[in-house]
């Protein structure tokens, strides 16, 4: 099958250039960001590291949204959440979505899937989540961070039935690319188990501008995880989510994955390193209303979510400085 990505960023890069050199599928690229397809078109394709190491240019197809002409089987989408809903309107409009096409989708937060229903059928789309970590360093620059074949994900089909045979094969070819995939059987509670992670890890990573690894050196790392873990947990519960790992694995979790990534800054600390708001709303906000919703207060999340959106409004004080 071909494929086609909307959105060339970390993510994006990660999961196109690894189908097309470890598996030789045919990939496509179709972003908006000017300096970004510029780039790519300036230097002859994208340029990538593994851990800093064995920097090379990897040539790709890139494409505005208005200049696509291509018909990929599955389209694969990683944007960030503030972003999805005019990306997604910009590429309808530009004619590039049709009805026998396939969606794929693993980014980071909550939301997303009922913006790409909007343009996809519910049977057509399939959620993942990623325990893969990528860092974008500048327009067509990333570094793919973890040993070569550490990558793990997971997709289920969107609307809960056995997967069919296009679902099957996205996950033969995301086996050939060396992602790691694994099936799920049901969608929301594979998502969530992601969020709770990112709710604890790449929040407190931000907020204090660290590295995964910098991050678990604090001996009550667990402790704090604990605590928020079992907020997000206790909501979920009360509204019926269960989440594919346990309060202990999730915990145990977060050490092992910050000594694996020790070298990485997690993608919402990428964002608010350059002024870009951050996707907090979308994970610890998203804990929180769904507590609230079910008549359980999150108060540490919510708490979290305070404090990351006082930080993003302190950052004028710290430039002007």
Known sequence: MKYGFIGAGAMGYRYGVMMQENAGIEVDFVDSWKPNVEKV????????????????????????????TGHPDVWIIFMKQMQLADELERDAAAGIFHRDQYAFSAMNGMGHFEKIEKYFDRDKIICGTAMIATRMDGPADVDFMGP???????????????????????????????????????????????????????????????????FIEYPKVPEMATQLFNESFDACE???????????????????????????????YQDFSKGRPTEVDYINGYIAEIGREHDYVCRTHEFIVNEVHMVELMRKYKHNN
Not at 48 to 55: G, M, S
Not at 182 to 191: L, N, P, R
Request: a negative charge; glycine letters at 6%.
């Open 41 to 68: 078109r300036e230097q002859g394709g994208v340029k990538v590291a593994r851990d800093h190491e064995n920097q090379h240019i990897v040539p790709i197809n890139i494409y505005y949204p208005e200049e696509y």
């Open 148 to 214: 070569e074949n550490g990558e793990v994900m997971h997709m289920a089909p969107y609307d809960n039935e056995p997967a069919d045979e296009t679902t099957k094969q996205v996950f033969n070819d995301f086996k050939a690319a060396k992602l790691g995939p694994v099936m799920a059987t049901e969608w929301k509670g594979m998502c969530m188990s992601k969020v709770v992670y990112n709710a604890v890890v790449n929040t407190l990573c931000t907020m204090f501008e660290l590295q995964m690894g910098q």
């Open 238 to 268: 009360r509204a019926g989510i269960q989440m594919i790992e346990t309060r202990q694995e999730q915990i145990d979790s977060v050490t092992t994955t910050s000594h694996q990534f020790k070298y990485h800054y997690p993608s919402m």
